[in-house]
């Protein structure tokens, strides 16, 4: 293993919440006032900090988002994780195989820890990721594509920048892992590979990274 410390972007990486997330991102824009489609919202908001909403919409409109907006999202997000979210398929044996080689892993999400836990819990994941491996936006301020977060979470986990692989689906996340001084491995189920360029090594299934971590 050429790293010493592997980490996980959560939602589209471990999580398969990105459709869900986005759906209803862009139905509660549009109920708002800011038509959104699907398409808008993976563009514009996938792998990102609830940060980013806010500036974009005030910066395209003029226009603030209201106070509970996180708040009213967030809940209408948990309940369709409640009934629909599912593991990124071949992503258990991912972290398996991490588990039995004794490779160090955590994860580094833009999403708050509610949403980080919350979607761990409906899919099991939780028993991968305990106290002390899992790292927020939420703890640095400012999400992706600042380099902060992962920065963060290595110094926590006791690593180098220069030991660590990240595992990113997002654009901004790719961006935010290469600032950091990191290798980055950018996985190509959602997002199309030439939005990624800037990764390390490209792969398209959980069985193909499986592969990329001997």
């Not at 699907?38 to 919409?57: C, F, I, N, P, T």
């Not at 996180?70 to 997000?77: E, L, P």
Request: hydrophobic content about 40%; some cysteine.
């Amino acid at each position: 293993m050429r790293y010493d410390l592997i980490l996980f972007d959560n939602d589209g990486v471990l999580v398969d919440s990105e459709p869900i997330s986005n759906r209803h991102l862009a139905a509660y824009l549009t109920e708002l006032g800011h038509p959104t489609t699907y398409e808008d919202s993976v563009r514009d908001y996938m792998g990102a900090a609830m940060h980013r909403v806010h500036d974009l919409v005030q910066e395209r409109t003029g226009e603030r988002l209201p106070a509970d907006f996180d708040d009213v999202f967030h809940a209408r997000v948990f309940a369709a994780f409640e009934r629909e979210l599912r593991p990124v398929a071949g992503i258990e044996g991912v972290l398996e195989k991490l588990a039995a080689d004794g490779v160090p892993h955590c994860v580094a999400s833009s999403g708050s820890h509610e949403r980080i836990r919350v979607g761990h819990r409906a899919t099991g994941l939780d028993r991968w990721f305990g106290d002390g491996r899992i790292f927020s936006s939420q703890d640095v301020g400012r999400g992706k594509p600042d380099p902060d977060l992962f920065l963060y979470a290595a110094e926590r986990m006791g690593v180098a920048p220069e030991r660590c692989l990240v595992v990113e689906d997002s654009p901004l996340g790719v961006r935010a892992a290469v600032a950091a001084g990191m290798d980055v491995y950018g996985f190509t189920a959602m997002t199309p590979p030439e939005k990624l360029v800037d990764s390390t090594q490209l792969f398209s299934s959980m069985g193909e990274l499986a592969d990329l971590l001997v």
